[in-house]
């Protein structure tokens, strides 16, 4: 039987090699993130998987799970070990093998399979390893769902069972490329730089993007998982800025960009604009209401408040609804409201039927932008860009925060702002019109200028987000505010980037 996981176990001894570390902050809120071999080992890993088999036991969930695994040098022997775990724990795993997580989600629908353990980080930087799982498609586990798995690894209440087994799946990509490309096809040819930070999708980006009709122009599409050129992280300027350099060297019509695992996409138009995911998703949203009014749409709080104010989506009889940020939120929002479409500001999009089965995919996202511009009547990106209201938006920010006090910080900060709004004081010299604490802070003031703080679901970090709708300088006045509060708290760090 397998020890019960220690969180204090140090690699070079020998206990490390024979008992499982488990990390417990690990456990977030709608999936696992650690730093491998620092935070888990590979007994850890099949922790996890005896974990996750006895909790689809208890949920009364048929035993058969998806797996697949990311393009990084660890992440196959992390999937077997999780493997191991999950067989002892009477699963029948089927592995997909190389994957991006959205493959892994679509093979649960396509084998009729309830569950899904798909091994990534993701985004993160190399050294982090993670897993996302879910046993409800398209929905993938939240908060009380990791609680519970959580408890079980932890305290080692795991359950082996015989009757294990596992099985090979050798075409999962071509029943993936069907998917996506059948009847998708673009009426007019559209030249496009495919970006992928040398991860997972470069693997199968390229070909789902010609097989719609794109003339392809591959910027980092090999695969490394030294990750050579910048992070994969379609949100990261560094990314943006590589894919704006490609799309003006070449005339391209737009620039698409995938991060580490696939499920998230970003977009640069024809003119080099690096259009920030929230609003893509205004547009997406226009084109989508246009087609199917009346439609539904859920974005997470860090995005843009033009899904409220859009003269077309109010023509069109949009709705929408502001929702916690995290894919897990998101994805299970839009299924319970039955909206057409969920879009995060990271990037990650939710399309219901009938363009897609409703989690987060990358590639379903990009063939939606490439349709929206098909049908745009001879629009370039950047025209649809500028039909858009006037905002002016920051990139998202993120200090480095310790996953055991972040959630204290933000404590602190919505408190701060309370007392402001209470009091009938200003910030950044308006009124405050708002607070939306659904997910940490955001502050509306008076003239629909926001800022947002919140604590990142799966790094050490928090999130700030702002925006304006009057002008860059208020923009950066609601930062300022903001950050003069952070600064005063001794356990905020330094940001990743600033405006």
């Not at 176990?9 to 090699?17: A, F, G, Q, R, S």
């Not at 730093?35 to 998987?49: D, P, R, S, V």
């Not at 502050?443 to 702002?466: H, M, Q, Y």
């Amino acid at each position: 039987m397998l020890a019960k996981p220690r969180a204090d176990l140090k690699p070079n001894t020998p206990e490390y090699e024979r008992m499982p570390l488990v990390k417990p902050t690990g456990f977030r809120e709608y999936d696992a993130r650690w730093l491998f071999e620092k935070e888990i080992n590979l007994y850890g890993m099949q922790a996890l998987g005896l974990g996750l088999g006895t909790y689809l036991h208890e949920r009364g969930v048929s035993p058969h799970v998806v797996t697949g695994h990311d393009f990084r040098s660890y992440s196959a022997s992390i999937k077997n070990a999780l493997t191991v775990g999950l067989m002892a724990s009477g699963c029948t795993v089927h592995d997909i093998g190389l994957a991006m997580s959205p493959m892994a989600y679509f093979a649960q629908f396509s084998l009729d399979v309830p569950a899904v353990a798909m091994v990534t980080a993701s985004h993160n930087d190399n050294g982090w390893t993670g897993v996302k799982m879910g046993c409800d498609r398209p929905c993938t586990f939240g908060p009380d769902e990791m609680a519970a798995l959580r408890d079980i690894v932890l305290e080692g209440r795991w359950q082996t069972r015989g009757g294990g087994g596992l099985v090979y799946i050798d075409d999962m990509e071509e029943r993936y490329v069907r998917e996506l490309t059948e009847g998708r096809e673009l009426k007019h040819s559209l030249k496009v730089v495919c970006a992928c930070g040398n991860g997972t999708a470069g693997a199968f980006a390229p070909r789902i993007l010609e097989a719609i009709g794109c003339e392809v122009i591959p910027l980092d599409c090999d695969l490394d998982h030294s990750f050579p050129n910048y992070n994969p992280n379609p949100e990261d300027l560094e990314m943006l800025h590589a894919m704006r350099d490609k799309v003006l060297e070449t005339g391209a019509d737009l620039g698409l960009g995938f991060d580490g695992d696939g499920d998230r996409c970003g977009v640069v138009d024809n003119e080099g604009n690096e259009i920030f995911a929230d609003k893509v998703g205004v547009m997406l949203a226009r084109d989508m209401s246009e087609l199917y009014p009346e439609s539904t749409f859920v974005v997470d709080v860090k995005s843009t408040g033009l899904y409220l104010t859009d003269p077309v989506l109010k023509t069109n009889g949009a709705k929408t609804d502001y929702w916690k940020t995290g894919h897990s939120y998101i994805k299970r929002r839009t299924t319970e409201l039955g909206a057409i479409a969920g879009f995060e500001k990271s990037g990650h999009y939710f399309l219901r039927e009938p363009f897609g089965r409703g989690y987060d995919d990358g590639l379903v996202s990009a063939i939606a932008v490439c349709g929206m511009l098909d049908r745009a009547g001879g629009k370039s990106m950047a025209d649809l860009y500028r039909d858009l209201p006037k905002t002016w938006g920051s990139p998202t920010m993120s200090p480095h925060c310790a996953d055991e006090v972040k959630y204290d910080v933000v404590d602190r900060i919505v408190r701060h702002f309370q007392r402001i709004a209470g009091d009938g004081g200003k910030v950044a010299g308006q009124p405050v019109r708002q607070l939306i604490t659904v997910n940490g802070v955001r502050i509306v003031l008076e003239d629909g200028t926001w800022g947002l703080v919140r604590a990142s679901s799966n790094k050490p970090e928090l999130v700030v987000v702002c925006e304006s709708p009057r002008s860059q300088d208020m923009m950066k006045a609601m930062f300022k505010a903001i950050d003069m509060e952070l600064s005063g708290q001794p356990e905020v760090g330094e940001y990743n980037q600033k405006i």
